[in-house]
């Protein structure tokens, strides 16, 4: 069975920071490209940002609102991915989702980690 | 970036009729195999994270019932429910996975009328 179960998530200040971790089980992930995506509180889905898998290059792409903000990472030792936010801004208080795809296609869900960004 | 928009922003079906929902995006998502489209839908109930319907457009994901089908080419795309299920309300989203940034359509919410 599949499982990526997210943590890390909670209340931080605005300009403040906090890493999310995503712990993957049940399928290969050194052959996934691990990715997140975010939903604001009633609104829709939006992407935040991908890693390739390390014989793709291991590169990392990121969506525009967060690019210079957020860093992706992962361990294939422990079949984890990182998602390092800092500078956080209200706008990105969201459930954060963590995503496998392992043939471009969002396949992999976990179940979401909030992250809310408040004074 | 590719711009995906779904219509209609709602949706209201009697049980066990036909559900359809579009969804246009701003330039072609044809794989570079030029054989299929880089397009997805995804159901989400509410509390739940998204579940994966349909990628390639067309390609019901294993395990998703079979009244769910997915068509499309080019920039339009369709997402149907041939026969509406009580479990079957919920938002769905399509989803272009051509080139990053991925991009989602702004969701359609389905209702029983």
Redesign the interface.
Same mark, same amino acid.
């Given at each position: 069975e599949v499982q990526l179960v997210e943590s890390g998530g909670g209340l931080v200040k605005p300009g403040g920071s906090l890493r999310l971790s995503c712990a993957a089980s049940g399928f290969t992930f050194t052959n996934a490209w691990m990715?997140w995506?975010r939903q604001a509180p009633g609104k829709?889905?939006?992407?935040v940002g991908?890693i390739k898998r390390r014989t793709d290059g291991g590169t990392t792409?990121y +969506?525009?609102p967060v690019k210079g903000r957020i860093t992706i990472s992962r361990d294939d030792s422990k079949n984890t991915v990182y998602l390092q936010m800092s500078s956080l801004k209200t706008e990105d208080t969201a459930v954060y989702?963590c995503v496998g +795809?392992t043939t471009?296609?969002?396949?992999y869900?976990?179940?979401?980690t909030l992250v809310t960004v408040s004074s | 970036?590719i711009v995906m928009t779904q219509s209609p922003d709602s949706l209201a079906v009697s049980l066990g009729e036909r559900a359809t929902i579009s969804c246009k995006s701003s330039q072609s998502i044809l794989y570079r195999s030029g054989n299929k489209h880089?397009l997805?839908w995804?159901q989400?109930k509410p509390g739940q994270?998204?579940?994966?319907l349909i990628?390639?457009a067309s390609t019901r994901?294993s395990g998703v019932p079979d009244r769910f089908s997915g068509s499309g080419s080019g920039t339009d795309f369709t997402l149907t429910i041939s026969s509406l299920q009580a479990e079957d309300v919920a938002v769905y989203?399509c989803?272009q996975?051509d080139s990053?940034?991925?991009?989602?359509?702004?969701?359609t919410k389905l209702e029983i009328k």
């Open positions: 990715n995506v829709g889905l939006e992407w991908r792409d +969506a525009a989702y +795809a471009l296609v969002l396949g869900w976990g179940q979401g | 970036d880089s997805a995804f989400q994270p998204p579940k994966l990628y390639w994901e989203y989803q996975y990053t940034p991925y991009t989602f359509g702004q969701g």
